[in-house]
């Protein structure tokens, strides 16, 4: 991730509009929210494309930390690019309710009434950003009457719940996120922030510990627990960290315990997962194995699944290629694009009692909320409590945006 930016003033006056304050080589979004923050900048539009040069996944925006200025005062906020409607819900869990832009003359006319001396900011990455600078070099000049005409209606706020009535719990939803420091290959965490919302959106209370390498590993009172992507080399130090305590791994799985495990520990939970001749012990909790191909497997994969009318969308990238044992039950029982565990059986993924294994990049979760909703839910029927059960069916939230991001990833299928 090294995308270009162009951070912009926009006072909307024709003087303004004639002279882009600060124009920046390539940096880093994080940096850029970083500024932005710094400047108590609150006028923004974000630009994401996928295009060859840009790599077509973009789930890095998820360790985008865009919560920085979520609570920015006035903040107004905007989504453009090919991958708009990601940066649409990247920002929604963020806590920043962003219109949809297809070109930046529709976000500025939409601040033209702002003051004079505010600043609007504009951030892109790599192939966003040339036609960003030409845009607005051609706006040089024009008036805020011209642009106010192209302008699109603000996001009201309405994306985001308010006034929530908390639930009550006998204790908070404990969600572990396993490994961060080792397993976040494509913006997985992207999954914690997607449970942790979900469940703040409903009032139920919620924590999230991070469990580091080297720290001893508590299951204790645990609901969810997420492990994310991570490359062979990463993926064997986890091994050899987790393997010690395979046993709570185990007795927690057994009893039913919700765990989404993303590609390469969906690998690590299997018995082993073999690199040529060397063997990578798994922690043996499902009934799979993995081995190692010669070439990767990488690209945008959609599956059919029973756990929603939809298919399910990601992005994979894996050298491994998981079989399933016969008595094992596939996540994905049938693969549309994409090669999902091994390119050979239609299956994708796996589902073992609360244990969801999958290939799915992406982040998995904020594109396919039922999937989210389902660990949540299951999760909360684990803990069979009257407070716990009076939850469930989960109360339904507005998911236009995840679903409109839905729709544009099945729309990028061949
Ligand atoms: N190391 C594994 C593989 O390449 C997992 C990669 C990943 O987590 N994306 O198969």
């Known amino acids: ?54 790599g077509h996944d973009v789930s890095w925006i998820y360790d985008v930390d865009f919560e920085r ?15 708009a409607h990601d940066m649409q819900v990247r920002l929604k869990y963020a806590g920043i309710d962003a219109a949809i832009i297809s070109d930046v003359a529709q976000a500025i006319g939409a601040v033209a ?14 192939t966003a950003f040339p036609p960003l600078v030409k845009e607005l070099d051609g706006l040089k000049g024009a008036t805020a009457d011209a642009v106010a005409g192209r302008a699109v209606a603000r996001a009201d706020g309405s994306a985001l719940p308010v006034g929530i009535a908390p639930v009550e719990l006998s204790r908070p939803l404990r969600i572990v996120y396993l490994y961060p420091d080792a397993l976040n290959l494509y913006g997985d965490g992207g999954n914690v922030i997607a449970l942790e919302r979900r469940c703040a959106w409903r009032g139920i209370p919620v924590r999230v510990d991070e469990v580091r ?18 490359s062979d080399r990463d993926q064997l130090a986890v091994a050899h960290e987790l393997l010690a305590q395979k046993d709570k791994v185990a007795s927690y799985v057994e009893d039913g315990g919700s765990l989404l495990a993303i590609c390469g520990s969906y690998q690590l939970l299997g018995r082993s997962y073999y690199m040529g001749e060397d063997r990578i012990e798994g922690l043996g909790v499902i009934a799979a194995e993995t081995v190692r191909g010669s070439d990767r497997l990488i690209g945008n994969v959609a599956v ?43 299956f994708e993924g796996l589902i073992y009692k609360g244990v969801i294994g999958t290939y799915l990049h992406g982040p998995a979760l904020p594109k396919n909320p ?38 544009a990833a099945m729309k990028l299928l061949p």
């Open 304 to 346: 059919k699944t029973d756990l929603a009318p939809e298919p399910f969308v990601g992005f994979e990238n894996h050298g491994g290629r998981t079989l399933l044992d016969a008595e094992a039950t596939p996540l994905g029982t049938s693969v549309i694009t994409g090669t999902g565990n091994n390119g050979d059986d239609g």
């Open 113 to 126: 009434d702002e003051a004079a001396d505010d600043t609007f900011y504009a951030v892109a990455n790599y």
């Open 69 to 83: 200025i979520a609570d920015t005062p006035g903040l107004v906020a905007f989504a453009g690019g090919t991958r």
């Open 370 to 407: 039922e999937l989210a909703d389902w660990l949540i839910a299951h999760a909360l029927e684990r803990r069979g409590d009257a407070q716990a059960t009076a939850l469930l069916p989960l109360t339904p939230l507005d998911d236009t945006y995840e679903h409109a991001a839905h729709d």
């Open 1 to 54: 991730m090294c995308p270009p930016v162009v951070v912009w003033g926009a006072g909307i006056s024709p003087a303004a509009l004639s002279r882009p304050t600060w124009l920046r080589i390539p940096w880093g979004f994080d940096r850029q929210i970083q500024s932005i923050k710094t400047a108590g900048g609150r006028l923004c539009a974000f630009f994401l494309n996928d295009n060859d040069a840009d």
């Open 213 to 230: 390498m080297g720290e001893s590993l508590d299951l204790t009172d645990t609901d969810i627990v997420m492990m994310g992507g991570g």
